[in-house]
């Protein structure tokens, strides 16, 4: 048996459509023995050079995050072994499923027997639960600059560690220069840095998939106020937690 993971950089892909590198293992390794670079994700490029790949390597089992209902439908026609809702750094990942442990990587809410219920109680949920660590869409690094009303294109975003008051700027240039999938790959941005809650003015149903499935909070309508005004308010409980997105498909939010 190996193994292939779906990754993002060096992380296994928060959404098996945004990928863009493969990287296998040999059985028991936790080293990849070999990595190939996509042509671009899943999303553009389509699921092909991904089956082609795995065609290649005999009894290959995927690791991958989250993933569209037709591409779930696609790999099963495949007969491609899927292990999906996995997260982290991939030759973690790697270890913890040649040693049996795999359901720690497991995303937040996603271990088995508790997806939908997860699911069920995100929608339900009115308000945030206690977090410790904010990202806000701005149009600078700093609590003074205005937050970006938009997700995807957003100048950047600022991350507060509410527990110590620290700050950092998490640059959004790459998402921004894309044609599509802005709003997924700023999700990516955001994961990487530790996110557990988002507030921004708009974000669209991929990106809202993405943060959600990988158990962040995604807070809307967060506008007309420099990042420390959100950072207090949301300090003060003032913002709920959205249920659903506030922006259609393919805007350019």
């Not at 990287?23 to 999303?43: C, I, K, N």
């Not at 569209?68 to 973690?92: N, T």
């Not at 995807?152 to 700050?167: C, I, K, N, P, Q």
Request: hydrophobic share 45%.
């Amino acid at each position: 048996m190996s193994l292939c993971l779906a990754c993002y950089g060096d992380r296994v892909a928060v959404l098996l459509e945004t990928a863009t590198r493969l990287r296998f293992y040999a059985e028991g390794e936790t080293t990849p023995r070999r990595q190939l670079d996509l042509p671009g994700p899943a999303q553009l490029v389509g699921l092909a050079p991904l089956l082609v790949a795995l065609r290649l390597e005999d009894g290959c089992v995927l690791l991958c995050g989250g993933m569209a209902c037709c591409s779930q439908r696609a790999l099963s026609m495949a007969g491609v072994r899927v292990e999906s809702w996995i997260g982290g750094a991939a030759d973690e990942v790697a270890a913890a499923w040649w040693n049996g442990s795999v359901e720690r990587c497991r995303l937040p809410g996603c271990r088995r027997g508790w997806r939908r219920r997860c699911r069920e109680k995100q929608t339900r949920e009115a308000r945030i639960m206690p977090v410790n660590i904010i990202a806000i869409t701005s149009e600078g690094p700093e609590l003074t600059d205005m937050v970006d009303p938009r997700f995807g294109r957003a100048g950047g975003f600022v991350v507060v560690d509410l527990a110590t008051g620290s700050t950092k700027y998490v640059d959004n240039g790459g998402a921004q220069a894309l044609a599509q999938g802005a709003g997924i790959q700023a999700a990516e941005n955001v994961s990487a840095a530790g996110a557990q809650a988002v507030l921004s003015g708009f974000v669209g149903p991929k990106a809202f998939a993405a943060l959600t499935a990988v158990g962040i909070a995604v807070v809307q309508d967060v506008e007309n106020m420099t990042v420390g005004e959100a950072v207090e308010k949301y300090r003060r409980g003032e913002f709920a937690a959205a249920s659903a997105p506030n922006a259609q498909a393919g805007g350019r939010h």
